[in-house]
């Protein structure tokens, strides 16, 4: 059987119903297959036709986003979770968000092996997404895979990514949970990189706990925890050697201790809904860009700009006024 | 005198002509009102005029982005490669693009101190930017600042960031040359977390280079380089300690010599070309969203989609049918 996403995936003739009926029923290959679709950043009637076919069924999956700066021991933490949870008969969908680099996308997508033991799992769904098309649809696709998930009924989807670029960050962003892995030992300078990332994480997990330093970087989150603002919601620190499984058990009781305070706070919906706004402000984003290169070709309007030295305000204008009226005729009867 | 961007200085009332009459003549003052107008998330079309009354005078100055991750010793170096160019009796403005953040805005911030004896000099012009208004408007206002300084006849502008949103990134992939300052020591966790800059740098500066580690750190960058792709330029890596002012010199001579590359390559004009094109795409796209929310009420919307559990992709499609139908009725006479 060729491997989800592969070329041989991707020639097979299934109708959209038929896929969306496979994906439903937790098939591997169905998966994988709309998956790639989500990814094509050529047909981006794809991925909304499948959103919009699954959408009705989501909402009942934990989503909890795994992010740390590489070299954390993300993957390894998730695969414990992972086994963690189908011990107590759970199914789990994991998402890989790793971006590529000519530098260091080899040596992140090599973590995937260590996960291979899973992958003859029925009840594992394991997929990487990489930044292979167009910038920034990344977000978009990896988003729109967990709904798939998600509707395809996965008790947990946990989205692992590197949290430094734009697009991870809007992953973890449009998840209930957040968990931030580090290891100790860092330093101040990647701390503050992870800034961003610092607000939005729910549950701290000090990885490779049995390193030197782990007691400073537990003092440092700690403070960091206390000037910092955070609601009802205190987050917890937690020291984890996920090597050798020592605290994993810990980690999985926050993740459902937060996803219980969501639920009964209200948080959940309010996430929800501020997550919906993310994600269609990127959509109309797309969409515009979208419409202006097929309606007026974008680099040609951009040529002409810059040939007669147009500041970028009129020519982002120029195109915003053409396709309102382009888009305008084409609904024309 | 109050200092540019205080308070004092944003209630001076200066008409628009006034006010890019005194940038065209580098008067702090004026320089430091228009870049708060151009910070002004709620006043879209300030920008766009200033920016529309200055572009014809930009181009000349050289265009610089100095990045790299926190406590890498960037504002030492561009105070020292400030001083330089101005005992060449050139001038120089600089921006420093500092992400805010509750953990790490204070200390950014705190290394501007170091540099207040160039505050004195008026052929220096000092200017931090932080994200303090909406998310994703830094790297449009930070640009915009470039064309001003530029158009007010700095012969370089200087752009200094941290490396790691997406902000900074897109910041220092419109300007012409970049610096990425690294130190020894960081470590490969680090190194790829910079993957993304990596591969736009054209100057290396391995600064601190009195540290230990400072010749893995250089190997490990010629390796990286020789793995990368990269055009017929390929990029120097230099070894500097910017405190001492040692190498400082030759940073500035990389700087030139790249500009010259890109002079003679014809690269620059293609350069500038895209940087056209990213901030007009940009622009389309904060265009959009303000249209949609003065037109329909984006919250409104969301919360509507959210009520009847739309897939965001059908709230992005009725946000863009709106804005067609409602911009086209706003033009009609």
Chains 1, 2 share one sequence.
């Not at 959103?51 to 009942?60: C, E, F, K, L, N």
């Not at 992140?108 to 092996?113: E, S, T």
């Not at 390193?211 to 000037?227: H, N, P, T």
């Not at 700009?305 to 970028?312: R, S, T, V, Y």
Request: glycine share 10%; hydrophobic share 45%; net charge neutral.
């Amino acid at each position: 059987m060729p491997a989800a996403g592969s070329p041989a995936a991707r020639r097979t003739e299934w109708s959209l119903e038929e896929l969306v009926g496979r994906v439903l029923e937790r098939q591997p290959r169905a998966l994988g297959r709309a998956i790639s679709v989500l990814e094509d950043a050529r047909d981006r009637g794809g991925a909304r036709d499948l959103v919009g076919r699954v959408y009705a069924r989501t909402g009942r999956a934990r989503l909890v986003g795994i992010t740390g700066p590489p070299g954390a021991g993300k993957s390894t933490l998730v695969d414990r979770l992972a086994r963690r949870c189908r011990q107590r008969g759970e199914t789990v969908g994991i998402l890989a968000v790793d971006p590529t680099s000519p530098f260091t996308g080899g040596a992140l997508l090599g973590d995937r092996v260590r996960m291979q033991s899973l992958y003859t799992d029925p009840g594992v769904f394991i997929r990487s997404m990489a930044t292979r098309g167009a910038m920034g649809g990344l977000a978009r696709a990896s988003r729109d895979a967990v709904d798939l998930l998600d509707a395809a009924g996965f008790d947990w989807v946990l989205v692992e990514t590197v949290g430094v670029g734009q697009d991870e960050v809007d992953v973890v962003r449009t998840v209930d949970s957040v968990v931030l892995v580090t290891v100790p030992g860092l330093g101040d300078e990647i701390q503050a990189i992870k800034a961003g990332i610092l607000e939005i994480a729910d549950v701290f997990v000090i990885n490779k706990a049995d390193r030197d330093g782990v007691e400073r970087a537990f003092k440092d989150l700690q403070m960091m925890l206390s000037i910092g603002e955070h609601g009802p919601w205190l987050p917890p620190v937690l020291k984890v050697v996920a090597s050798r499984d020592e605290g994993v058990d810990r980690v999985l009781a926050e993740m459902e201790r937060h996803r219980e305070h969501l639920v009964a706070s209200g948080e959940l919906a309010a996430r929800r809904r501020s997550h919906l706004r993310l994600r269609v402000e990127t959509l109309l984003k797309e969409r515009v860009v979208a419409a202006a290169d097929r309606l007026l070709g974008l680099e040609s309007e951009v040529e002409r700009g810059f040939a007669a030295n147009l500041d970028p305000y009129r020519v982002a204008e120029r195109l915003f006024a053409g396709v309102v009226e382009g888009a305008r005729e084409e609904r024309l009867p």
